[in-house]
């Protein structure tokens, strides 16, 4: 064979591959997709199905469950009370937007007096006060037990905590041998954002931090470099009156434009020396 037809047959060839290519490539994008967060398979850099790596989602197993720090119900009188409990999310950079949780109440032949379902946002390195006032028990409560939904467990998101920009000041605790009352001051350091629609716990300890009170109030709005007076009140007097404890105060609250502040430190104790702690559950930044 010359030189001739040999290079014609190199020509032929080469120009069947490029079409074979040209062809095959879109059939290949068709059946080989890149790898996603959503497509029910552990690929690319997922540490577990559609999770872990660099998906929002979070593997279970990278994660430390929800912490019940106690839980417990407070006699109002009669047969009313305030159910509280403190929720802690030792996770620093995953939170569960909607956890649905559920507090039982039992006595002490371990029959239910009541259930209340709720549902909390869970931000990453954090504390959340679940609260229900004002609950009628058909008998003596023995313990209290938070359930939390299954299925919003498998819902961990990376999540982060804006900056710090709330204080809270002047804090004071009076009355507790009749009606108490704990009354605090908010400052929004923020020369720019308004905070709004804060929700806001008060937790009462005695002095070996056993819970004795919790309350609830709002705060619709406190703008910009300004302050707002809180308080919150109970209808009778404390059981306990412990002395020599150390008074801490820690609050979380977020921004009308999600900022979020936490703010922790040695306050003055209350004539009683009670601990005194204000809690807000607070509004984290969640990966998309």
Not at 42 to 52: A, K, L, R, S
Not at 84 to 108: C, H, M, P, S, W
Request: glycine share 6%; net charge neutral.
């Amino acid at each position: 064979m010359d030189w001739s037809k040999r290079r014609k047959i190199i020509y032929a060839i080469g120009f069947a591959a490029a079409a074979i290519l040209l062809a095959a490539y879109p059939v290949y994008r068709l059946i080989s997709k890149p790898p996603t967060c959503f497509d029910e398979k552990q690929n690319g850099t997922e540490t577990g199905v559609d999770c872990g790596g660099g998906c929002a989602l979070m593997c279970v197993s990278d994660v430390k469950a929800p912490r019940t720090v106690w839980a417990k119900a407070f006699p109002l009188g009669g047969s009313y009370y305030d159910l509280g409990a403190y929720v802690e999310n030792v996770n620093t950079n995953a939170g569960v937007k909607n956890l649905r949780y559920t507090i039982r109440v039992f006595d002490i032949g371990n029959q239910i007096l009541t259930e209340k379902k709720g549902e909390t946002e869970l931000a990453p390195a954090s504390a959340t006060l679940l609260f229900e006032t004002n609950v009628a028990l058909s008998g003596n409560p023995d313990r209290v037990v938070i359930v939390f939904e299954t299925e919003d467990l498998t819902k961990w998101t990376r999540a982060s905590m804006p900056h710090s920009i709330i204080l809270t000041k002047n804090q004071s605790l009076i009355n507790t041998d009749a009606k108490p009352r704990f009354d605090a001051v908010l400052v929004n350091t923020d020369p720019i954002n308004d905070v709004a629609n804060l929700a806001l716990g008060a937790v009462i300890y005695d002095a070996l931090r056993n819970p004795v009170a919790v309350s609830k109030t709002y705060v619709s709005l406190i703008p910009k470099g300004e302050e707002r007076n809180i308080f919150f009140t109970w209808p009778n007097r404390f059981t306990k009156n412990p002395r020599g404890a150390k008074c801490e105060g820690l609050i979380d609250v977020n921004t009308a434009t999600s900022s979020i502040s936490t703010t922790t430190g040695t306050i003055a104790c209350p004539p009683e020396n009670f601990i005194t702690e204000i809690v807000v559950t607070p509004r984290a930044i969640f990966a998309d």
